[in-house]
Structures are given as structure tokens and as C-alpha cells.
């Protein structure tokens, strides 16, 4: 097989689930191989889970944006441009481990688990939104997105009214297919706006996350910054994430009827097997050796994490959805250092959400072929722009 000179996007037809084809061909042959970027840099493609995991794990690999090179045509970034202050994903030690000690007792698994009878109070009253509105409906809009946005717009103290201007500028940031311009922008609003809210919790502080780091060291540019890193990863996954998985649950009946047995082992393959988050990429600090290639300093790496959550070398039959799996060890909230912060507050609501659906509703389904129900393209994240389903009434 050739080497690839561009990352391989397009999924199967037929199979909005699955990866692209291409990569578990190159996973076969060779889990680490050279890639030409749309740049023209000569990087890197890691496809294996083994592989993946090892370069996320290990601290010779940066994540700072200034550093990498993007396997997407549609995601260049300007020369010189570093992670928005906040922005926990594009730093690297020690300013990421500052950021990270502060926020990770906030969300940790006793805290979340805490949340669970409020986030199944939210789950129960959305749901009884969707029976009143009545069949069809779409999924996207009377649940899937309103519980997380409304749990995590709680968590930090924002005003849930405004959720719908961070959904909107949220999407404008996750979409490839928007220009540098309008992610400027859509940046620009939501700091100016959490910049506002940061202010006037330092005069009145309430119970929320915001008001409890405004005692800490961060400036108010660093506390509004993390709130817009906050709100738009507790908006934008787990949404996609509930309607995604539905959409994969209702596509195989027994699937969906099997997720009450044993809901944490349920959400463990779904997280698994759509891998929304599905490419990430990293920069070589100095030489590495790795899967007997050496990876020189200043090449990029695009870490297919879709295929490493589908590598049969980890997961068995990677391919079938099997709610009844034991897909601990993946990779859908990344590994190591900058492995997702909020993953126990989105493991808490998708575990409530998806039996929650499956007891209310018994006989959903889809209201389209499975064909009509309109994907993202471009998109970091992956999901569906809405999801029409029905039931017996």
C-alpha cells in the first residue's frame, strides 16, 4: 500500500459509525508510518492502539498548537498562533499542570457521582418534554443537547438562557469548514462574554465552579478563558455523544434493549466504538524511538484515535457493537497528561441518559432510513445534525 499523502476521512457508505477503510489497512501493515501533510510537512500517521497510547503517555510530545502541523486542509492555522489563554489543550507542562491541579478536584469521580440525582432530575424532565411534544421529534434538539448544556451551564454558573450563543459559537469552532475568521470571532464573543460573568461573580460569588476559582491565582482572563474551554467541551461531546450513540443503539434493536443490563459497561463500548473525538495530533519535542521508527524532532504525529479504539489487536471483533463488551482501556477521552477533564461528569450523564431513553421509550426508533439522517462532515467531533425518531404513543 502507498504511503497516504492526506489522512483518510471519508467513512464507508452505509456505515456512519465506522472509520474510514483506509486506516485499518494502514494499521495492518504498519501501525506507525510516514505522512504527507496538505502543507507539505513530512510527519507521521499512528493508527494502532499500542502506538497511539504510547505517544499520548509519553511527555516528549507536545501539544502546543505553534508546534504542529494539521492533517486537514480545512484546519490550518496561522504561523505563530498559541492555545487562547484557557485552553487546555493546546499547552504543555507546566503551565497545563498548573491549570490542571486547579480544576481537577472539581471534577473528580465522587464529585460527579454526586450530581447523578440531579442529572437524572434534568435527564427525566427533558424526557417528558419529547412524550409531550409527541412522535416524530427530533432527538437532537428536545434531549440530546439540552441536558449537557444545561448541566454543565449549572456546573460553572452560567445563565442556561444563554446556552444557545455558546452552542452556536461552539459549532462554528468544532467545524472544519469554518474560516480562521469566523473561529476568531466566535472566540472573541464567548470571552468577552464569560470575561463580563467572571467579573461580577468576583463581586457575588454563587455556588457554582466560576465563583470558586475566582479565590484562586488565575487572572480573569485565565478564569474566563478555561470558562469558554469548560462550556464548549461540556456542550459540544456529550451531546453528540447521546445523539451519535442512539442513533448507533437504534441501528441494532438488541443493542438498545441489552444497554439497561449493565449501563457502565454499555457506555464504555459506545465511548469506544464512535470515538467521536476521532483524530488528535502531536509534536515531537526531540528524537523519538517508536514502533522501530525514529520520529525526529519537529514532526508531527496525527494520532487516528478512531482506529486505535477499533484496533483488533486490543478489541476483538472491533467492528460489532457489543453493549456487553468489557472496552475498558480506550481511547475516546484521550490518555496521559491531557486526557479529558470533565470525562466522569459526561460518564455520569450517559450513563443515566441512554436507560433512561430505552425505559421511557421502549419502542424508538427512527423516523428516517438510517441513510437520511443528516451526518456532520466536517467536524472535529463527530455526530449528526439531527436525529428523527418515533414511537408507540
Not at 497511539?52 to 494539521?70: K, N, Q, W
Amino acid at each position: 500500500m502507498q504511503e497516504p499523502t492526506t489522512l483518510p476521512t471519508a467513512r464507508p457508505a452505509g456505515r456512519p459509525f465506522n472509520p474510514p477503510a483506509e486506516l485499518a489497512g494502514l494499521r495492518a501493515e504498519r501501525p506507525l508510518r510516514r505522512m504527507s501533510y496538505p502543507d507539505g510537512h513530512e510527519g507521521w500517521l499512528a493508527t494502532g492502539y499500542d502506538v497511539v497510547r504510547a505517544v499520548l503517555a509519553d511527555p516528549r510530545f507536545s501539544s502546543r498548537y505553534e508546534l504542529m502541523h494539521f492533517p486537514f486542509p480545512e484546519q490550518e492555522i496561522p504561523d505563530g498562533f498559541t492555545a487562547p489563554l484557557g485552553d487546555l489543550t493546546g499547552i504543555d507542562p507546566p503551565e497545563h499542570t498548573r491549570y490542571r491541579k486547579l480544576l481537577a478536584g472539581r471534577f473528580t469521580v465522587r464529585r460527579m457521582r454526586l450530581l447523578t440525582a440531579r442529572v437524572e432530575e434534568v435527564t427525566a424532565r427533558q424526557l417528558d418534554v419529547l412524550a409531550e411534544h409527541g412522535p416524530p421529534a427530533d432527538l437532537v434538539a428536545m434531549s440530546a443537547q439540552p441536558v449537557p448544556a444545561l448541566l454543565i451551564c449549572e456546573l460553572l454558573g452560567v445563565p442556561y438562557a444563554d446556552h444557545e450563543l455558546f452552542q452556536r459559537h461552539t459549532a462554528t469552532l468544532v467545524s472544519m469548514d469554518s474560516s480562521a475568521e469566523e473561529k476568531g470571532a466566535a472566540i472573541n464573543d464567548l470571552y468577552g462574554y464569560l470575561h463580563e460573568l467572571v467579573i461580577a461573580k468576583q463581586v457575588t460569588p454563587t455556588d457554582d465552579v466560576l465563583s470558586d476559582l475566582t479565590r484562586s491565582d488565575l487572572t480573569d482572563g485565565e478564569l474566563a478563558g478555561i470558562g469558554v474551554f469548560l462550556l464548549g467541551a461540556g456542550l459540544d461531546t456529550t451531546a453528540s455523544m447521546l445523539a451519535l450513540g442512539t442513533f448507533a443503539l437504534l441501528c441494532e434493536p438488541a443493542q438498545f434493549a441489552a444497554l439497561r443490563d449493565d449501563p457502565e459497561r454499555a457506555v464504555e463500548e459506545l465511548l469506544r466504538y464512535l470515538t467521536v473525538g476521532h483524530t488528535g495530533v502531536r509534536a515531537a519535542l526531540e528524537d523519538v524511538e517508536l514502533a522501530g521508527e525514529t520520529i525526529r524532532a519537529g514532526e508531527s504525529v496525527t494520532l487516528a484515535l478512531q482506529a486505535a479504539d477499533r484496533d483488533p489487536s486490543r478489541f476483538p471483533d472491533p467492528d460489532v457493537l457489543d453493549v456487553r463488551r468489557q472496552a475498558s482501556g480506550h481511547l475516546a477521552f484521550g490518555h496521559g497528561a491531557h486526557q479529558c477533564l470533565g470525562q466522569q461528569l459526561a460518564r455520569v450523564e450517559l450513563r443515566v441518559a441512554f436507560p433512561a431513553l430505552a425505559e421511557r421509550f421502549p419502542t424508538l426508533r427512527l423516523a428516517v432510513d438510517p441513510a437520511e439522517v443528516p451526518m456532520r462532515g466536517n467536524a472535529n467531533i463527530h455526530g449528526v445534525h439531527r436525529l428523527p425518531v418515533t414511537w408507540d404513543r
